[in-house]
């Protein structure tokens, strides 16, 4: 019988010991991933059963972690269960969901906004199919978005929003229609350069491309604008890049 090597069991020993210590690295940084996260992770059977939860719910949603395993996903959140359903349907469908944007509920009956990243984690064989997945708080984006549609449709001055490579309109507020008289969509995808006066069509698409182009705002740009009923009428722009 053949005595092993010294130094190739020492090798040995050493590679392993270095393995396993990458391993408890590896799954101290996932237990710490999960514990410091301040996005929820979740686990969820095919049907929305929790299994798992991170500790983030309890300062997001005010429900204990210790009461949430074994209840459901979509009753303790959702504020409309028809988006849930919609949830999983996709998954089990395509595999993955991606941005899914939902109004969520705390447990003291506020709400919050949530965009949902979620799949079905491979060698799932559940039927339908486990869900694992994060929910991140969005609530301050939507809120900001909200406001600016609400100062978009209440603005007495007149708003558009423009392709900044073709200039072509892409949504114009209420204004347009009281101003102008143009309603509704009818600006949409058209060339905001089409209504300009063609005296003023060179300062227009010089300002545009020296200045917008380059990252910088143009204020007070005057021009003439054509009507709905086909006169024109000064208008002083000011214009941001976005």
């Known amino acids: 019988m053949t005595e092993p ?17 990458a391993v408890r690295q590896q799954a101290y940084a996932s237990s710490s991933l999960l514990e410091n996260s301040p996005d929820i992770l979740f686990s969820i059977s095919g049907t929305g059963i929790i299994h798992s939860v991170s500790p983030a719910i309890e300062a997001r949603t005010g429900h204990p972690r210790s009461e949430i395993n074994g209840r459901h996903l979509g009753d303790l959140l959702f504020v409309h269960s028809d988006e849930f359903v919609t949830l999983l349907k996709t998954i089990h469908e395509r ?9 969520l509920r705390n447990r003291d009956g506020s709400f919050w906004w949530g ?22 708080d969005i609530t301050d984006i939507v809120e900001s978005n909200l406001e600016f549609q609400a100062l978009f449709s209440l603005s007495l001055d007149m708003i558009s929003i423009c392709d900044l490579d073709t200039m072509v309109i892409q949504q114009t507020n209420p204004a347009f229609e009281t101003t102008l008289g143009y309603g ?22 010089s300002a545009i491309q020296n200045r917008l182009k380059s990252g910088h705002q143009v204020y007070k740009l005057k021009n003439r604008f054509r009507t709905a009923r086909g006169n024109y009428r000064w208008l002083s722009w000011v214009m941001h890049p976005h």
Do not use: C
């Open 5 to 21: 090597d010294p130094d190739a069991l020492q090798q040995t020993i050493t590679r392993l010991k270095q393995e396993l210590a």
């Open 95 to 103: 595999g993955r969901l991606n941005h899914f944007t939902a109004r």
């Open 115 to 136: 965009s949902i990243n979620a799949q079905s984690p491979s060698g799932s064989t559940g039927s339908p199919p486990d869900v694992e997945g994060v929910i991140r």
């Open 184 to 205: 509704g969509t009818e600006l949409q995808e058209h060339d905001l350069l089409e209504y300009i006066h063609p005296d003023d069509v060179g300062e227009t698409v």
